[in-house]
């Protein structure tokens, strides 16, 4: 099964077929300790090992520019799907192994992690819709300055220039993180108009309203934090001593490794999409002899490295069309700003461009969010219908 | 008042209206900053909107006239001051919007839904649990099952608050307010400025919802946080949900749909569907996470009837939910809460596959003292008692019989029903069978762990017996149940008797027995007066012994308790009398017989009455008449 089948796929996986174990015995490489496990199911076990490692391989192998982009994030989830269905093709063949100790304890202990990535899926989809948001902003905009399909070549003059002007500003404060709103405000309330001899924005609800709606976006409580989930679900995921893959005739591995794939998606959605308390310090210890740890630990290394950049150290998320919304917005606002009545042909062009680039990265998003929004709900799914599959139905 | 229309630009109309939206324009001016229009004045108002709608005229004829190039040129001109006007009143109108909409966005009234401060339970019925489930903590190795106090739960809540049954839409804010908001969403509109029409009111809805939400006690909980609660908590926070959903569905959100449409609707019905979404999207989304959260919580048999609850609950309501939600955007909110109710049907059937488990591998060794009634007995049948009272639901949901046999594979002998004797009941029937087939055989095993055999027999009979009382007292258990299987339950705790009485009784009345005691020679008439005296010291001693254990063993029930102890007597009473009777005068012509005929018959009447009552007999022996 080639591993790059999965790309751009919005449909549910149901085809069950793709989880069946290929044969691929040539490229079987000898592999140690990692695998383990008893002949009669060694060769199920590499194959699982391989495909993970694949997968990732195929997610680092991107240039920068597509990491973390929506469709690479939309990849990421892909492969999370894969791996999770093999992984249960893998438990439902090893049934009877699975209910003897201590195989029982390291499956309850994923099953536990598994439930604290439910609520990241959840603060994830919260996220989406923040994003959604700033898009109908961005909206806004492109239908002030002529970058919607249905306007035609419309002269720009300033009562279109300061509607834009107006919702480039909303997107800033919007994107803002809400410890520094209130600064923005007053910011945005100097900056905007035109005299700006004005400080008092008591009496203008609009800003009060657009700080209040921040909060209002998180469906989860002013305690939870992604960062402490993130932690948890990493928490003593260790590599399996080498009793227990004797005592579990190999099991143990997989159990590993789906274990840090999970803290790395996981970990890789709070990079990328807006959530509260967005804290990206957890550690990936994989040891270099698992054949995926080279790929995610590259991956993790080089997400790690983008959200230090100066440019995103502040950002409320690494997802690559949020930074070209930022840029793009940015951009233009302070061509906006600059811009003198009338305009010349120059600035116009200038200006156009802009527009372009912007309607770009907006049409990106309006693409790609909702597909993105099912597939982290799918994702939700899978988890939860994995958690009750052990147990009898009447 | 309509100002007369006129393609030439330069008219009054045109002037005077832009000179207005020019006066409150709020970036230009302090006081155009601080006065809002709608609140002003409502011929100011009117007037404005007027203005609004004499730049729109304009803008659309000016596109008209374009014949020439000087005319082209200056056209673009005047255009490009046409719609700096009209940003200038668009973004007016938008604070004036949203101004109008906070002003009336308070949470919704709901003193007169419901009184939160009131304990709204109905009166318990007669399944609530008989007694404390208090086992003795000897046996550590108690399972969850013995620990968990059954409540009664209230399959409906009483109210204490206008009945929630129906969608009933409220009027959110006053029809002054709707026409003014009206009034403006049609100019924002119609000048192309309908997203930030949008935002604005979705952002000032949603903070309002946000009040309701509060004041209806619903909470931001993670589902990390719903399955640290205790679920004696959780249970609360259900009921509450229940009460507060059915008012956020039917009145809330049913009423946002109503403004919506009210304001929105010279517009058309997509733009009111987009605003509905805007605002209700996030909290519905919110209400059902909670819902969510309990159908993948951890499946263990109390949850069962809350989970129940739920699961009507919600089933009430989806037909609401689809109505108030009809459009395609909302297409995921109708699609989470069908998940939600699938998900809690097949959490019930797990927990009830759950429970039926865990009765079987209730692995507490300690016998229970006095061969009385087990608590597990108590807590399974008062469970099932429940279920009947959920009848209805399970019938529903409870599809497949119950598995036998394979499940337990491993186990060395696994309890066995007959399915063939139980054509025709009901899948959810054959469950509550099969329920009472495990726990009579999880009894049975308990059972060998008394030493004495007599008090084995005892323990299955009383709690047997306790299975057919319970069974009998529920009509819906009964009906179920069935009367053939009724008697099969009650020939067994009656065969159980008969096995006590011989297991006790037996090797007493052999001491009476007749043969043994006359010497050889069929025509000589002597007893031995040895044997007989040996005869009657082991029977008192037995006697002593059987009365002393047997008075600290306890058939809870009294007819049951009666009816043993009448049996008793049937057979020792008689037995002793005529014993007595034939060979007293053997042992009171011999030395001390006061050792040997130590009891009259009144005396074993009396100590019959010691039997199964449970407590120590106050003497080392029985009492004498002497």
Known sequence: ?394 | MELPENPNKDNNGYESAEKLILRWDSTASEEAREKMIFETDRHEADLYLQAVDEIQRSLSNASISNNTNAAAAAAVDDQSKVNSTIQIAMARLEDEFRNILMTHSSALETDSLFDPSSSSFSAPSHHELEEDDSVSNEDSSHNDLLRLPLQHCESSDSSTYRSTSSIREVDLMPAEAVCDLQAIAMRMISSGYLRECIQVYGSVRKSAIDSSFRKLGIEKLSIGDVQRLEWEALESKIRRWIRAAKVCIRILFASEKKLCEQIFECVGTDIDDACFMETVKGPAIQLFNFAEAISISRRSPEKLFKILDLHDALMDLLPDIEAVFDSKSSDSIRVQAAEILSRLAEAARGILSEFEGAILREPSRVPVPGGTIHPLTRYVMNYISLISDYKQTLIELIMSRPSTGSRYSGDQSTPDMDFAELEGKTPLALHLIWIIVVLQFNLEGKSKHYRDASLAHLFIMNNVHYIVQKVKGSPELREMIGDDYLRKLTGKFRQAATSYQRATWVSVLYCLRDEGLHVSGSFSSGVSKSALRERFKTFNAMLEEVHRTQATWLIPDTQLREELRISISEKLIPAYRSFLGRFRSHIESGKHPENYIKYSVEDLETAVLDFFEGFPVSHQHMRRSQ
Not at chain 1, 317 to 324: A, F, H, P, S, V
């Open chain 1, 1 to 394: 099964m080639p591993s790059t089948e999965y790309q751009g796929i919005s449909a549910p996986l149901t085809n069950l077929g793709r989880s069946l174990l290929p044969l691929r015995r040539d490229q079987v490489h000898s592999m140690e300790s990692p695998i383990g496990g008893s002949p009669s199911n060694e060769v199920e076990l590499e194959s699982f090992q391989r495909q993970v490692a694949d997968r990732f391989h195929d997610l680092a192998s991107v240039p920068s520019d597509e990491l973390l982009s929506l469709p690479w994030v939309r990849k990421l989830l892909d492969v999370f799907l894969c791996c999770q269905e093999e992984f249960r093709v893998i438990l439902f063949n090893n049934k009877s192994q699975v209910k003897k100790p201590p195989m029982d304890r390291l499956i309850a202990d994923y099953n536990e992690r598994t439930v604290k990535a439910l609520d990241v899926c959840n603060a994830i989809r919260d996220g989406i819709e923040q994003i959604r948001q700033w898009q109908k902003l961005i909206e806004i905009v492109l239908c002030a300055l002529g970058g919607d399909s249905n306007s035609s070549q419309r002269s720009l003059g300033e009562g279109q220039f300061r509607r834009a002007r107006k919702a480039l500003i909303d997107l800033a404060i919007a994107m803002l993180d809400e410890k520094d709103s209130g600064q923005a405000v007053a910011h945005r309330n100097r900056s905007f108009g035109r005299h700006n001899n004005s400080s008092s924005h008591s009496r203008d609800p609009h800003h009060r309203s657009l700080g209040h709606f921040r909060s209002l976006s998180w469906s989860v409580s002013r305690t939870w934090s992604a960062a402490r989930q993130l932690q948890a679900i990493g928490n003593n995921l260790a590599v399996p001593r080498g009793n227990e893959v004797l005592a579990t005739n190999g099991l143990a591995m997989p159990i590993y490794t789906m274990g840090s794939v999970l803290l790395f998606v996981m970990w890789a959605l709070v990079a990328a999409i807006p959530c509260q308390d967005r804290g990206l310090q957890v550690h990936f210890n994989v040891p270099r002899q698992f054949p995926w740890a080279a790929p995610i630990l590259s991956l993790h290394e080089r997400i790690l490295e983008e959200s230090k950049k100066r440019d995103r150290k502040n950002a409320c998320g690494l997802l690559r069309e949020i930074y070209q919304m930022e840029k793009c917005s940015r951009l233009l606002g302070e061509l906006a700003d600059s811009v003198q009545f009338p305009l010349s042909e120059e600035k116009e062009k200038e200006v156009i461009q802009r527009v372009k680039e912007l309607k770009l990265v907006s049409d990106a998003m309006k693409e790609d969010l909702e597909p993105l929004e099912k597939q982290v709900r799918e994702v939700f799914h899978r988890i939860v219908r994995s958690r009750t599959e052990g147990l009898d139905s009447l």
